[in-house]
């Protein structure tokens, strides 16, 4: 069983890398036939977020030209005290609400979205839906059942594949720097939305982050710095955050 065990999982390791190969030579045609299929229809926006939405989207518009993103981006604010912004399928970034609490500047709003914008560009989230694919489509050639054996595959699973998240989110925050830089002349603000969220990140046991798909935000805080030194950006002032 635990030959067998190790088996599928190397199986469904190696299909993960072939996902990333087909979405590495997919075409921009083939991605919005399968985006028509699997998009979900954007979440309707709460009155009193309408304003702050637009002013993200404004955001968003400002950077595309930056990010060499010739397909239009959508910004979703949805209410929730989590601080959390990710894409969907359909070229959409949903922020939550609670996020705005934790940036004070226009640029640290700015890198935020950046970085969602770097995850878009590089097709995170077809890799993310497809390697899940994998893993219900091994579960259920193995027992004609996948409801149950993925949810037992899924945490093995995670164990390899939070490496490679991190990977991505480490990507994904190196690109952001270069659009950041590109939009402000400077890259002030880029740590920002981090340091806010590093007291209650620092007080997660260490083994957490060996199993999280995020880098821990102290991680995140010293691989940006190294990285503004190493390109000798400059962080000038930052923009007030518009009400």
Request: proline share 5%.
């Given at each position: 069983?635990?030959?067998l065990?190790?088996?599928?999982?190397?199986?469904?390791w190696?299909l993960?890398?072939?996902?990333?190969?087909?979405v590495d030579?997919?075409?921009?045609?083939?991605?919005?036939?399968?985006?028509?299929?699997?998009?979900?229809?954007p979440p309707?926006?709460?009155?009193?977020?309408?304003?702050?939405?637009?002013?993200?989207?404004?955001?968003?518009?400002?950077?595309?030209?930056?990010?060499?993103?010739?397909?239009?981006v959508?910004?979703?604010?949805?209410?929730?005290?989590?601080?959390?912004?990710f894409?969907?399928p359909?070229?959409?970034?949903?922020?939550?609400?609670?996020?705005?609490?934790?940036v004070r500047?226009?640029?640290?709003?700015?890198?935020?979205?950046?970085?969602?914008?770097?995850?878009?560009?590089?097709?995170?989230h077809l890799?993310?839906l497809?390697r899940?694919l994998?893993?219900?489509?091994a579960?259920?050639v193995?027992?004609?059942d996948?409801?149950?054996?993925?949810?037992?595959?899924?945490?093995?699973?995670h164990?390899?594949?939070?490496?490679?998240?991190?990977?991505?989110?480490?990507?994904?925050?190196?690109?952001a720097?270069?659009?950041?830089q590109?939009?402000?002349?400077?890259?002030?603000?880029?740590?920002?939305?981090?340091?806010?969220?590093?007291?209650?990140?620092?007080?997660?046991?260490?083994?957490a982050?060996?199993?999280?798909?995020?880098?821990?935000?102290?991680?995140?805080?010293?691989a940006?710095?190294?990285?503004?030194?190493?390109?000798?950006?400059?962080?000038?002032?930052?923009?007030?955050?518009?009400?």
């Amino acid at each position: 069983l635990a030959v067998l065990s190790l088996a599928v999982l190397a199986l469904v390791w190696a299909l993960g890398l072939a996902v990333d190969l087909v979405v590495d030579k997919m075409s921009l045609e083939t991605e919005a036939r399968i985006t028509r299929l699997i998009a979900p229809a954007p979440p309707e926006t709460e009155p009193e977020l309408k304003s702050q939405e637009v002013g993200l989207q404004a955001l968003v518009d400002g950077m595309r030209a930056c990010a060499g993103m010739r397909e239009p981006v959508t910004v979703r604010l949805a209410k929730s005290k989590e601080a959390n912004a990710f894409v969907v399928p359909g070229g959409t970034v949903i922020v939550h609400s609670g996020l705005m609490e934790h940036v004070r500047s226009e640029n640290g709003m700015s890198f935020v979205l950046a970085h969602e914008l770097s995850h878009l560009i590089h097709r995170d989230h077809l890799r993310g839906l497809g390697r899940s694919l994998v893993i219900v489509a091994a579960a259920t050639v193995l027992t004609g059942d996948g409801s149950w054996t993925a949810s037992v595959l899924a945490p093995a699973q995670h164990l390899g594949e939070a490496h490679y998240s991190r990977g991505r989110e480490s990507n994904a925050d190196a690109r952001a720097l270069q659009i950041l830089q590109c939009r402000y002349g400077h890259v002030g603000g880029a740590t920002e939305f981090f340091e806010s969220l590093r007291k209650k990140d620092d007080e997660t046991p260490a083994f957490a982050h060996y199993l999280a798909s995020h880098p821990s935000m102290g991680a995140r805080i010293e691989a940006l710095q190294a990285a503004i030194r190493q390109a000798g950006l400059g962080t000038g002032d930052v923009r007030p955050m518009q009400p």
